[in-house]
């Protein structure tokens, strides 16, 4: 046992003696001219990937050149604008439009499902509630209150209108609006309603402060370019004035759908700024998606529910409107890049360094596909324990096949 352990522990120690006399060896690469065809144009090509790469990719599309910001500061202000025609009612944008003050976030109404005469009272609960259906009075427990129901249950079953099955009556606003409601019909002239997107964005670590609003020389000029103009890409670049139908079509939606079950659509404006340039180069691009799930029907859409209350001798009643529209969230995204020297020195460097993956893929194919004799792997290792008395050869060595240093490895060597 105590052999054993003896034995063990001199190895352990020379272990430790050659790991720590070998940490401070040092290593430098030896050149070797290989003069193989193919592994010269494994080489080359490598080579001519990563420095495209580089060139085309790092430093022409991403501009890793430049310094850049990704978190401006903007501001969003959006007014609907139009005048439609429904039955005998004429509506504004007081009527339709809400919040009406505008902002980042607007939504114009579609259609319309309203409930007129509304009372506080009791009635019987709507027949598509869970448990609201029954038979005698202990069915239904005063009191108690269903969170899918319309109010709170006063403990009697009471006729459904004018069926002959009962449910339980409630304390709430009557009628309930499930069998009430009056459906109007969808406001389709929305179509070609116009909404007003005004954007400024800033970006603070370069100072450049840019809106989507064209220049103009006065404010009477402005306006009047604003009250004709509508956006277009090519022609109207700087137009913020969109019609509802345009924004349905480029987020690949139907504006008749949208009207029965409404939607959100999201109105993405883009600056991507190169400051290398005149600042005027610097414009929004616009992309729309509609936002709201579509695979789950019960939850795809888009509809709010408000009340307009009205007295008369003391009582209080109110019209339940419960409101389809379509609704715009307006999202920026602002990118600015500016030639700054440490980023491009990175850049360059990293570039260089990543050059060197060439040499380590050659070397890798020569040595386990290339090198059967192991006449490559003998010249390139060479342990020198000590210096030499006589001279040595130059770092820079051509090798034939009969060990010479000034011929060609491969083409002699049977491999």
């Not at 809400?98 to 319309?112: K, N, Q, T």
């Not at 100072?207 to 103009?229: E, F, M, P, Q, T």
């Not at 883009?270 to 414009?283: E, G, P, R, Y």
């Amino acid at each position: 046992m105590c052999e054993i352990l003896h034995k063990f522990l001199m190895g352990l120690r020379e272990f430790i003696k050659e790991y720590f006399l070998g940490f401070w060896d040092y290593e430098t690469p030896k050149v070797m001219v290989v003069k193989n065809t193919t592994l010269g144009v494994i080489y080359r090509s490598v080579q001519f990937l990563v420095i495209t790469y580089f060139i085309w990719y790092v430093f022409i599309n991403e501009k890793a050149y430049q310094e850049s910001e990704t978190r401006p500061e903007s501001s969003v202000y959006t007014l609907m604008k139009g005048t439609a025609v429904l039955g005998d009612d004429i509506l504004d944008t007081v009527e339709y439009v809400r919040p009406s003050e505008g902002g980042d976030v607007i939504s114009a109404i579609l259609r319309r499902e309203v409930t007129y005469d509304q009372r506080q009272g009791t009635c019987a609960e709507h027949c598509k509630v869970t448990n609201a259906n029954c038979t005698k009075n202990t069915d239904c427990v005063k009191g108690e209150v269903d969170f899918d129901g319309h109010g709170i249950r006063t403990g009697k079953c009471v006729q459904y209108l004018n069926h002959t099955f009962k449910t339980c009556e409630i304390q709430t606003w009557c009628p309930v609006e499930e069998y009430a409601a009056v459906r109007e019909p969808a406001l389709e002239a929305a179509i070609n309603f116009t909404v007003f997107i005004r954007n400024s964005i800033h970006f603070p670590r370069f100072n450049v402060l840019r809106g989507n609003v064209k220049d103009a020389r006065s404010k009477r000029d402005l306006h009047k370019y604003l009250n004709k103009c509508h956006y277009n890409e090519e022609k109207e670049p700087y137009c913020p004035n969109f019609r509802l139908g345009y924004i349905a079509e480029q987020a690949s939606q139907n504006f008749r759908e949208l009207c029965k079950t409404g939607g959100v659509i999201g109105v993405f404006i883009n600056w991507k700024c190169n400051l290398d340039l005149d600042t005027s180069h610097c414009k929004p691009t616009y992309s729309f998606r509609r936002l709201d799930l579509r695979k789950d029907q019960a939850n795809s859409g888009y509809y709010y529910r408000f009340a307009k209350y009205y007295s008369k001798d003391g009582e209080e009643s109110r019209t339940l409107i419960k409101a389809y529209g379509i609704r715009l969230d307006v999202i920026v995204h602002g990118h600015a890049g500016k030639f700054s020297p440490i980023p491009t020195i990175i850049g360059t460097v990293t570039a260089m360094t990543s050059v060197g993956i060439c040499t380590i893929i050659c070397d890798w194919i020569m040595l386990h596909f290339i090198d059967k004799n192991e006449v490559y792997s003998d010249r390139k290792f060479d342990e020198i324990v000590k210096e030499p008395a006589v001279p040595t050869p130059t770092e820079l060595s051509y090798i034939n096949s009969f060990g010479s240093n000034h011929s060609d490895l491969s083409e002699g060597v049977p491999l």
